[in-house]
């Protein structure tokens, strides 16, 4: 992983792109560690909140089919004189679309207006439908296509992977999970790291229910930092690659400027220990999801 990182404390408003890691997915591929999700976002807001995002310095958009924003992701990007080589775009395989997955990614390219992205994922496995599979090999042909740059799935759990790996060509590059303090997964992050599979977590801070323990407060104020920055460093020192949101542009700037500082081992420790496993999961369970 690309570790170069800001070395002094800046301004919110003035914390460099080029501050962001890259993280070399198992193809190839170079990803910004740190990402803008734009999980329910308004559609009619979507695109002036992607240009606060990219002029805060954030080159890494996380989309889906399903939220129903890709038009507003799509102009902004188009509105902000970006290099396309300079972004880093995700979009997400609808679960009811999963028996036509290459007439769905390419509905979701003409509404992002793009010619390719750089990520696409399975958004669910969907257990019950025993589709996953299916799609899965479809994701391998648009990958071939140079369309979709790696390929991907969000919230697989080990034997949906497992499944893949026996029955498929290409192992994915990515499995977005639920990943956050209370849900720390490491089973599943180590089966992760075995097979070449990188980590990305939404719901990064806590699904809107941010862990405010004595130990987080007290890192926080060790660093001069809140326990957000000090909840996405965390992540970041993990090797996570992270994909927080908002729709405030403060805050969006205050979760870019988290590179200025480092937890100590000690405090990566401490984290560990308020994993409450399934007790933590604030959003669906992948099983219940069909």
């Known amino acids: 992983m690309t570790t170069s990182a800001a070395n002094s404390a800046v301004p919110n408003s003035a914390v460099p792109t080029s501050a962001v890691p890259t993280y070399p997915l198992n193809n190839g ?8 999700g734009v999980f329910k976002v308004d559609p009619d807001k979507t ?4 240009t606060d995002a990219l002029e805060v310095g954030y080159r890494h958009l996380d989309t889906a089919a ?3 924003n890709e038009e507003g992701v799509g102009h902004a990007i188009a509105e902000s004189g970006i290099p396309r080589d300079e972004l880093f775009i995700t979009t997400k395989l609808w679960n009811t679309d999963q028996n036509s997955a290459a007439s769905a990614f390419e509905k979701s390219l003409a509404r992002l207006k793009l010619d390719y992205v750089d990520l696409y994922l399975i958004h669910w496995p969907t257990p019950a439908n025993g589709t996953f599979v299916k799609a899965w090999k479809s994701l391998e042909a648009i990958n071939a296509t140079g369309r979709a740059k790696a390929i991907g799935v969000s919230n697989f759990m080990i034997p949906h992977l497992e499944t893949l790996l026996a029955e498929t060509s290409i192992v994915p590059a990515v499995n977005q999970i639920e990943l956050h303090v209370d849900l720390q997964q490491t089973e599943l992050r180590a089966f992760h790291e075995a097979h070449g599979i990188a980590t990305e977590a939404w719901g990064p801070l806590g699904q809107g229910r941010i862990n405010s323990s004595t130990e987080l407060l007290a890192i926080a104020e060790a660093h001069g930092k809140t326990v957000p920055q000090v909840i996405l460093r965390w992540h970041l020192q993990l090797g996570t690659i992270v994909i927080p949101k908002s729709n405030n542009r403060d805050r969006m700037a205050e979760n870019f400027d988290v590179f200025d500082f480092e937890l100590t081992d000690a405090e990566l420790s401490a984290i560990a220990g308020l994993d409450q496993g399934e007790a933590g999961r604030g959003g669906s369970h992948p099983l219940a999801v069909n």
């Open 29 to 36: 591929t170079d990803i910004p560690q740190l990402g803008f």
């Open 47 to 50: 695109s002036r909140i992607v």
């Open 66 to 68: 399903i939220y129903r």
